[in-house]
């Protein structure tokens, strides 16, 4: 039931297009017949991580618990990586595997300490433009594409 001059209670939540601006939208750009989007960003959350990690331990990398934060920006890269590859990003995957390389702690890369507070910054940033420009197709999904919904 319709309120007066206004969309139906809750058409939000179900995906009833209630104004124009969807009509004019591209097909490819147009959600599903249920409301989501036809792709999803897996790579935002570890991105954000990532990101968050390395601005906030910008101040240990002279300490010896910055090993820590080695392994924590490698292991979110090469989760990174992953969703990216999935989603064809091929210059995130590049960028994402040099980060992988440069912050890995069992090979360490010798660079002086003001370079590498410069180096955090930088690939926080590209952490959190990878995580928003990563995009993957819901049809690509394994887990989905593979098993019938009950």
Known sequence: MARK????????????????????????????????????????APGLLAAVVLIAFVAVIDSSGFVFVRWGVTVLALIVLVFAFRGRAWWAVALTAAIAVCWNPVVLVPIPGQVWAGLQLVAAAAFIVVGITVKVRRGTDAGRASRPSA
Not at 17 to 23: D, F, L, Q
């Open 5 to 44: 001059g206004r969309p139906p209670a809750g058409s939000s939540l179900q995906g009833i297009p209630t104004g124009r601006a969807a009509e004019r939208r591209p097909e490819a750009a147009r959600p599903a017949v249920d409301g989501t989007p036809p792709f999803t960003r897996p790579a935002l």
